[in-house]
């Protein structure tokens, strides 16, 4: 409670001071795209801008050399959020693409700066963004240099108590090594060009940890410069005949060292070293380090005990880099690292001599020891020119600086240097870090950090999100990835991201990133989606909102393999594929995800030139899902190995497309009709028919006519169902295993409505009739509540036909709990002829008689229709698997 108070104090103090702050960061990468008639160069920069509205975009000019002219720009909005700090409306980001010619491809630098940042706690208040762009034809891939792809989160939050670590991508098309450090050239990378203290960068993975720190109102903004060096020794050919050498940075390797932290007590006796082992990595040679107290102190070398090692003698001319925060109460030291190298070897486990000297600018010899540069060691400083043997103790401890230095070539500038600038707020504690818990964790199907994902020119790109906590709710989604991305959240509680690329994506890599946002108490808010800019959860206060992990994936954008056309009608969907895009596959090498159906054979339609699927909506195992506008109808080609071989060992390609249909229209004729019977062919039943149909009473003497639908039924009123199987084979029986309503004609739906699960019955209504043969059911339920919650529900059944008397059938088992019924679905191949596979049979659609209709979930019948007044085709990508 106090330190909500304290932070609604701050907030109002601040208010007066943020009113034209509105900066949250930014990147900017580009890439190659060819060379004109004239011999000039066409780059494509990619320019992300976060603001605290969407109209703000970077302005950038030429601060070096020939940066040419621009052709062509647009911006599109990639997120905006409400959920913002407290003294900000919103934030938004958007992605300038912006295409130039350059007349040559000479190194280049261009820069954007104005006024002012988001209120920042570590006085960061102008925007100063740097480019370096060099286009030279490189010696190793014989193609002109691009920049790393980088991406992160505009806007981040973390809880105080909670340690975390944030990982941009940054992934080099031309296999560079990617290094990310602070902006450290004022009024040119960074404003303040500080190093935020309680977080950590680890230089080399371009991985920033927070450790520890305090809530507060505003943020930290983050100055931060991606640089890439090359991996070998390389030449950069230029147009004009000139030529640039590149040296790489030398390997880093990962050795058990001891990192000791020295307490210097001159008269005082000190108990023996305590020594625990520490993966550490470092380079290979090191800089000399020195620690100094104060400006009017002795400078104090401190250091662990090694085999004699003499330094060069050195001028140290540099300037402090941060104050770091000690692990004991001793006075902090600020550490430096001169632009010289030493010879590092294993540390030893004698006592060290530890020689103090005033600080000077002179020339200075250090032996018999060196210095780790990233150790800040609490020390007492001693006279002048005294030298005190000590007694070390040894211990690990993070700290909260950063990896710096000068690289190893004093004199190799990077091949690029890229801007990348983001906000962090640092919220109240919360009562458990556990992911989760309160924050959020990700759970299947989310991918993994780092993921690749393989995507086709003109084929939409799917990426399901979902995350869990007990103690938080799921509120909303924010990413950052390239123009035209998509968000969307399902019925079933995931984020879908989409996104197309284009032709002039082909060969590039884009990566995205993204979080998913839960609040508790006060925080939580209703949220609403729109086609690219979405509008997440308002949090009345900073305490509750949460978030998860950040994670990156990367997509790299390949050319259409396989060229499809998918047509979406009113009940069903048609495909059709080229067979000459299938490297000579035919229809009998593919299949839908359910083949059992006649309808969804590929062979009935397919031609000499196109293999061709026809088939309902509700068939051959199309998967349904839905989000708040729209519903979408999943199917997929698969690969087999043998066309005669009844079980599939090996999927050697999946082509995945579907049918979207918006919600919001009119309702059409083929959602309405009576559903046609199911025909089906199994091996050892041959071909059987399922037809399902509604009777008006329970003599069953004439079924209720087909073009009556959608039938109307008074609440608690009767509903009478047959269904019945025909087959050439007299020896069989048929059963069904389930029966249940939905609001939409689909298997795989859910929520739904049961009635009978498990061969049991479920809903107490239910009347079981005396059929006329054993390949006939009759039932009958009253009508029920979950029909007027929606503008109409389908009954559909899981049937099966079954050998007559066999007792090892599911058949003959009946009703069984869901405890034992556990395995009967897994039928081996020497039992195929002893039951047939479970199919899905539906007939509908049902409504309740409009005076005795029940407000819903879903609000008016309009509102929820499954209509088909807009739709939507999109083609998968086809992808390798191997068992």
């Known amino acids: ?31 190659y795209k060819g060379t004109n ?38 911006r599109t909005v990639i997120d905006s959020s409400s959920n913002a700090p407290i003294y900000n409306s919103q934030w938004c980001e958007t992605e300038t693409v912006e295409t130039r010619t350059v007349g040559s491809d000479k190194p280049f630098e261009l820069s954007a700066q104005s006024c002012c940042w988001v209120a920042t706690r570590n006085g960061v208040n102008n925007w100063r963004l740097n480019t370096l762009v060099d286009l030279g034809r490189r010696s190793d891939t014989g193609k002109p240099n691009n920049s790393p792809d980088t991406a992160i989160l505009p806007f981040m939050r973390v809880p105080e108590n909670c340690p975390r670590s944030y990982k941009p991508m940054a992934f080099d098309p031309d296999g560079d090594r990617v290094r990310c450090r602070y902006g450290n050239y004022n009024d040119r990378e960074c404003d303040r060009c500080d190093q935020p203290s309680g977080f950590h960068l680890d230089e080399d993975s371009c991985t920033l ?45 990962k050795r058990s060292v001891e990192v000791t932290v020295s307490l210097i007590l001159p008269t005082q006796n000190i108990p023996e070293p305590i020594t625990l082992p520490q993966s550490w990595m470092w380079p290979t040679p090191e800089p000399t380090t020195t620690t100094t107290t104060s400006p009017t102190s002795p400078m104090t070398t401190t250091s662990t005990t090694r085999p004699t090692t003499t330094t060069s003698p050195t001028t140290t001319t540099t300037r402090p880099t941060t104050t770091t925060r000690p692990t004991t109460t001793s006075p902090t030291t600020t550490t430096t690292r001169p632009p010289t190298t030493t010879t590092t070897r294993p540390p030893t486990t004698t006592r060290p001599t530890t020689t103090t000297r005033p600080t000077t600018t002179s020339p200075t010899t250090t032996s018999p020891t060196t210095t780790r540069p990233t150790t800040t060691t609490s020390t007492t400083t001693t006279s002048p020119t005294t030298t005190t043997t000590t007694q070390t103790t040894r211990s690990t401890t993070r700290q909260s600086t950063t990896t710096t230095g000068a690289p190893p070539y004093t004199n190799t500038p990077p091949l690029s240097k890229l801007p990348l600038q983001f906000s962090l707020l640092v919220d109240p504690a919360v009562p458990s870090c556990e992911e989760g818990v309160y924050l959020p964790t990700f759970v299947y199907p989310t991918p993994e950090d780092g993921a ?47 996104w197309t690329p284009m032709a002039d994506d082909l060969g590039e890599h884009y990566p995205i990133c993204f979080a998913v946002e839960s609040a508790t108490g006060s925080a939580i808010s209703s949220f609403q989606t729109a086609s690219y800019n979405h509008v997440h959860a308002t949090a009345v206060s900073q305490s509750g909102v949460y978030q998860t992990e950040m994670r990156c994936v990367l997509v790299d954008v390949g050319k259409e393999q396989i060229k499809a056309n998918v047509v979406c009608g009113e009940s069903s969907m048609r495909v059709e594929i080229p067979k000459d895009s299938l490297n000579g596959l035919s229809e009998d090498h593919l299949e839908l995800s359910d083949p059992t159906n006649t309808v969804c054979s590929l062979t009935t339609h397919s031609n000499s030139s196109h293999v061709i699927a026809d088939f309902p909506l509700n068939a051959c195992g199309t998967q349904i899902e839905e989000d708040d506008d729209n519903l979408f109808f999943k199917n997929e080609f698969t690969t087999v190995d043998d066309p005669n071989q009844l079980i599939t060992r090996k999927h050697l390609m ?36 399922y037809q399902f149909e509604f ?108 050998e007559a008397g066999n007792p090892n059938t599911r058949c003959s088992q009946g009703c069984m709990n869901s405890s034992s019924s556990n395995d009967h679905h897994h039928i081996h191949k020497r039992e195929a002829t002893v039951q047939s596979r479970a199919h899905f ?30 739709t939507e085709t999109a083609l998968g990508l086809p992808f390798q698997r191997s068992t």
Request: proline residues 4%; contains cysteine.
């Open 1 to 31: 409670m106090t330190s909500m108070v304290l932070l609604l104090l701050q907030t109002l103090l601040l208010l007066p001071l943020v009113s034209a702050s509105h900066h949250f960061g930014g990147t900017l990468s580009f890439s």
């Open 37 to 74: 008639p004239d011999g000039s160069f066409k780059v494509s920069f990619r320019n992300k801008a976060t603001y605290d509205g969407c109209q703000y975009t970077h302005y950038w000019s030429c601060s070096r050399g020939n940066c040419g002219s621009i052709n062509e720009r647009k």
């Open 209 to 253: 940890h927070y450790q520890q720190g305090s809530a507060d109102p505003r943020v930290y903004g983050f100055e931060m410069v991606v640089e890439d060096y090359s991996r070998q020794h390389i030449d950069l050919f230029y147009s004009d005949g000139s030529k640039a050498h590149k040296h790489p940075l030398l390997a880093r390797r």
């Open 452 to 498: 690749r994902i393989k995507a086709e020119v003109n084929k939409e790109v799917e990426i399901k999100v979902k995350a869990e906590a007990t103690h938080s709710v799921m509120q909303d989604l924010i990413m950052s990835g390239p123009s035209n991305i998509s968000m969307h959240r399902s019925t079933h509680n995931e984020f879908v991201i989409r």
């Open 654 to 689: 999946e082509i995945s497309f579907y049918c979207q249909y918006a919600k919001k229209s009119n309702m059409t004729v083929g959602f309405t009709a009576h559903r046609k019977n199911v025909t089906v062919w199994e091996r050892g039943f041959g071909t059987f028919t």
């Open 695 to 802: 009777y008006p009473d329970s003599q069953y003497q004439a079924m209720i006519d087909p073009n009556s639908y959608p039938l109307e039924y008074e609440l608690g009123s009767k509903i009478y169902m047959e269904i019945e199987a025909s087959s050439s084979l007299n020896n069989t029986e048929m059963f069904v295993e389930s029966c249940r309503a939905s609001p939409y004609d689909n298997p795989n739906y859910h929520p739904t409505y049961t009635i009978i699960d498990n061969g049991c019955t479920v809903d107490p209504t239910v009347q079981i009739y005396a059929p006329s043969n054993q390949k006939q059911f009759r039932f009958s339920v009253e009508a029920f509540k979950f029909i007027g919650l929606h503008d109409q529900v389908y009954i559909s059944c899981s049937v099966m036909v079954c």
């Open 841 to 870: 049979i539906s007939q509908g659609p049902l409504r309740l008689h409009s005076d005795s209709s029940a407000s819903g979930m879903y609000g008016s019948p309009e509102e929820f229709s499954e209509s088909v007044g807009k």
